[in-house]
């Protein structure tokens, strides 16, 4: 295995995906046990819209066509708006 296919751009994409989990996780284990279910939730919408478009730039350096680069772009943007109607209410 060569070194572009270990440290190559798809790789280094999972490699921040494995450290926003990790983010995730670790936050969520942070939390205190009565409010764990409201920092799940604010944790998912805070981070999912960055993992979604890192999806996206991962199918686009994979190669994928452009309907999977189009599918996260498109579904971090709903999850983006819900984010904000949560923090204005």
Request: hydrophobic share 60%.
């Amino acid at each position: 295995m060569s070194l572009g296919a270990i440290f190559g751009p798809a790789r280094m994409v999972d490699f921040i995906l494995l450290i926003i989990l990790a983010e995730f996780l670790f936050l969520t284990s942070r939390a205190p046990a009565g409010g764990r279910r409201a920092r799940v939730t604010d944790l998912f919408f805070t981070l999912a819209p960055g993992a979604c478009i890192l999806l996206a730039l991962r199918a686009a350096v994979s190669g994928a066509g452009w309907i999977g680069i189009a599918l996260p772009l498109a579904l971090s943007f709903p999850i983006h708006i819900g984010d904000l109607v949560r923090r204005r209410f």
